[in-house]
């Protein structure tokens, strides 16, 4: 959905009229989980600059002003002049004048600059870089990969929403049908044609579906703030579909869905992106022993400069190099640790492969059953109302009970609900196993150098809502006709 469209939407009324498409990409850019993913990148691309920084010379500048309370001094004595002696003609005094050498002045200020470059690492700075890189990836794909699920989650929303509208309708056209057909009774009761069980069955009969009509009236409730709560939409917002639901044909054979999970799911991506993490942090292990050079120029104004009391500076430069030659066999025990880790995520990034495979088997096979299931409700449902229609034609010419045309009517209503379920059962198996070809079925734990294995789906996120969506062959309510 455009921005424009969006705002369009959010100042008509505070009414929304979206089909499924729209709901998923409005999800998408408001949901709360998404956007609270999306952050993650933010802090990958964060870790990614600060790896690059140790490329750059690291450049400081300092300055201090130090008052010295006391000025520690030392006394000398140093000759004046020499004066004739009076009783010694010939020979001189010596006359010397007595003065204190300070060690430093009361008011010191330096100003410093200082610039610092690695110039040699043993692989650890461009291994980092790199792993930030990968991290990065790692990272993107999981946003990806939650991003699917959240899509899988607002579809399931939405059919829960026309579920619940379709049994609302259903449950309203059996109240009335019943209706008509109470009246019919108390009509031929009236002419004495009925009999006062049959009367009463029909009043009873009626006055059942008002309890399921409410309770099918609060589950469509209920599924509307579920979807509410997947577009982060307000809860007095309305909301309109746009869309119905309908069999959508899912065409292709098992195998070339595996081969194409296996080489398109973003959660296998991002494992291999954390493999790829995982290599450089053993390089950079491995090289914690190494020896390292540094170059660093450094600038200094000060005053007092030496013994004077005046502004003036200086700079060095330093070449330097730094070597761990012993560190007790940490580095040693760090690159075993990393090394083991790495043949771990291997053997689950192998373990992985085969649960996605097993995953899809599970969804796809989930799917054909469901498949014929719908048929065979589609086809039941015709059956129900063609009993139905005779039934009732059959009443009406005197041949049958009102109870058959109550048990007909009963059968029917329940084959239209039965379809619509399968028909939304359908729709949530095609939906989980779009899904599962991009994405497992849980969010990815984030761009971290372990990984946490996904096995088959049980279910999928976002289930049915309460009362929106009742098990196959089941009404709102609870309670049969």
């Not at 991002?270 to 053993?282: G, Q, R």
Request: some cysteine.
């Amino acid at each position: 959905m455009s921005a424009f469209l969006l705002l369009y939407l959010l100042g008509a009324g505070n009414l929304y009229e979206l089909a499924l498409e729209d709901a998923v990409n409005m999800a998408l850019e408001r949901n709360l989980q998404v956007l609270a993913t999306e952050e993650s990148h933010n802090s990958a691309y964060g870790s990614l600059l600060q790896a690059r920084s140790g490329f750059f010379p690291q450049v400081s500048l300092s300055s201090s002003y130090t008052y010295l309370s006391t000025i520690q001094k030392m006394e000398t004595y140093h000759l004046v002049r020499l004066e004739p002696d009076p009783q010694n003609p010939g020979s001189f005094i010596p006359v010397f004048e007595k003065s204190e050498m300070p060690f430093g002045y009361k008011n010191n200020y330096a100003f410093g600059l200082t610039v610092q470059q690695l110039l040699f690492s043993w692989g650890r700075l461009i291994n980092n870089y790199k792993l930030a890189k990968h991290n990065l990836r790692s990272t993107d794909y999981d946003i990806e990969a939650k991003k699917e699920v959240i899509k899988e989650g607002v579809k399931e929303a939405y059919y829960n929403c026309l579920l619940a509208r379709r049994y609302l309708d259903v449950l309203r056209e059996t109240r009335k049908d019943l209706e008509e057909h109470y009246n019919s009774v108390k009509k031929r009761y009236e002419e004495g044609l009925a009999s006062d069980f049959e009367l009463l069955r029909a009043e009873v009969q009626l006055r059942n579906v008002e309890p399921q009509i409410k309770a099918a009236e609060t589950g469509l409730k209920t599924a509307y703030d579920a979807l509410k709560l997947q577009l982060n939409l307000p809860f007095d917002a309305q909301i309109r579909l746009k869309d119905t639901l309908e069999y959508r044909s899912f065409n292709a054979d098992l195998d070339s869905l595996i081969s194409l999970a296996l080489s398109e799911r973003l959660d296998l991506k991002s494992t291999d992106e954390k493999l790829e993490v995982l290599k450089k942090t053993v390089a950079i292990a491995r090289a914690g022993n190494k020896p390292s050079i540094f170059a660093q120029w450094a600038y200094q104004y000060q005053r007092p400069f030496g013994f004077e009391d005046k502004w003036k500076g200086m700079w060095t430069f330093t070449v330097g190099l730094q070597f761990p030659f012993f560190d007790g066999f940490k580095t040693y025990g760090q690159v075993k640790s990393m090394e083991a880790q790495l043949r771990q995520v291997k053997y689950m990034r192998e373990l992985q492969n085969k649960a996605i495979a097993l995953e899809i088997r599970s969804l796809y096979r989930d799917l054909e059953a469901k498949e014929e299931a719908l048929k065979s409700q589609r086809d039941n449902v015709k059956l129900a109302r063609r009993a139905f229609e005779m039934a009732e034609e059959q009443y009406r010419n005197g041949y049958v009970s009102s109870l058959d045309v109550i048990d007909a009517e009963v059968a029917y209503s329940q084959a239209r609900l039965s379809y619509i379920s399968a028909l939304h059962d359908y729709n949530v198996a095609l939906a989980r196993l779009e899904r599962a070809l991009k994405a497992g079925s849980e969010s990815p734990s984030g761009a971290s150098t372990g990984m946490e294995m996904e096995g088959p789906s049980a279910s999928a996120q976002g289930g049915s809502a309460a009362g929106a969506a009742p098990s196959h062959g089941q009404h709102p309510g609870g309670a049969g006709f």
